[in-house]
T-cell receptor, first 118, second 113 residues
Framework: AQTVTQSQPEMSVQEAETVTLSCTYDTSENNYYLFWYKQPPSRQMILVIR??????QNATENRFSVNFQKAAKSFSLKISDSQLGDTAMYFC???????????????FGQGTILTVHP | NAGVTQTPKFRILKIGQSMTLQCTQDMNHNYMYWYRQDPGMGLKLIYY???????DKGEVPNGYNVSRSTTEDFPLRLELAAPSQTSVYFCASSSALHTDTQYFGPGTRLTVL
């Protein structure tokens, strides 16, 4: 079974600075997807970024980028130029998209609460 | 598009009562999911469906039932509510054809007293 670990329960950053959230996972699969979801106080789960394991290039979405280290099973999220609206709980998630009992199902980490200070 | 919608947004139940959480998506997605999120925790999968008429258990299915009679709707039924079912419930959907990204509804906060 896959597991996802976020070792930072809480992080804080000053507005306009950069912060990195950590995520590690454990799997025996070779092809899979990794995601970062954001959950603001409104509770809505919002997709931030996704990475396909077969792609070596790190995914980027505007101010959000990942550092995907497949051999180390590490998937960190970097937020540049932090904004007050980035304050939220951030979840790392793993999906095995092909076959097996975990097919198409997301496994979530415990989450990291990020607070952006003015 | 409305995306994934859930009703109700909030509900308080007494122990032993039953209720149905509604979930509807208008994206013609084949895959639908129910998750629960306990305080300070990540989401855990309750049930999922790969298409109309097909459902299967996730990690924490006990105390719940689902049905999928149409592509759009995926209701979650709680029978004999217990305090351990106090949680926030999220419905999600994804397309098996084009992308594996899951899109979430706004959640239902359920309290069982």
């Amino acid at each position: 079974a896959q597991t996802v670990t976020q070792s930072q329960p809480e992080m804080s950053v000053q507005e306009a600075e950069t912060v990195t959230l950590s995520c590690t996972y454990d799997t025996s699969e070779n092809n899979y997807y990794l995601f970062w979801y954001k959950q603001p106080p409104s509770r809505q789960m919002i997709l931030v970024i996704r990475q396909e394991a077969y792609k070596q290039q790190n995914a980027t979405e505007n101010r959000f980028s990942v550092n995907f280290q497949k051999a180390a099973k590490s998937f960190s999220l970097k937020i540049s130029d932090s904004q007050l609206g980035d304050t939220a709980m951030y979840f790392c998630a793993f999906m095995n998209p092909r076959g097996g009992t975990s097919y198409g199902k997301l496994t979530f980490g415990q989450g990291t609460i990020l607070t952006v200070h003015p | 598009n409305a995306g994934v919608t859930q009703t109700p947004k909030f509900r308080i139940l007494k122990i032993g009562q039953s209720m149905t959480l509604q979930c509807t998506q208008d994206m013609n997605h084949n895959y639908m999911y129910w998750y629960r999120q306990d305080p300070g925790m990540g989401l855990k999968l309750i049930y999922y469906s790969v298409g109309a008429g097909i459902t299967d258990k996730g990690e924490v299915p006990n105390g719940y039932n689902v049905s999928r009679s149409t592509t759009e709707d995926f209701p979650l039924r709680l029978e004999l509510a217990a305090p351990s079912q106090t949680s926030v419930y999220f419905c999600a959907s994804s397309s098996a054809l084009h992308t594996d990204t899951q899109y979430f509804g706004p959640g239902t906060r359920l309290t069982v007293l």
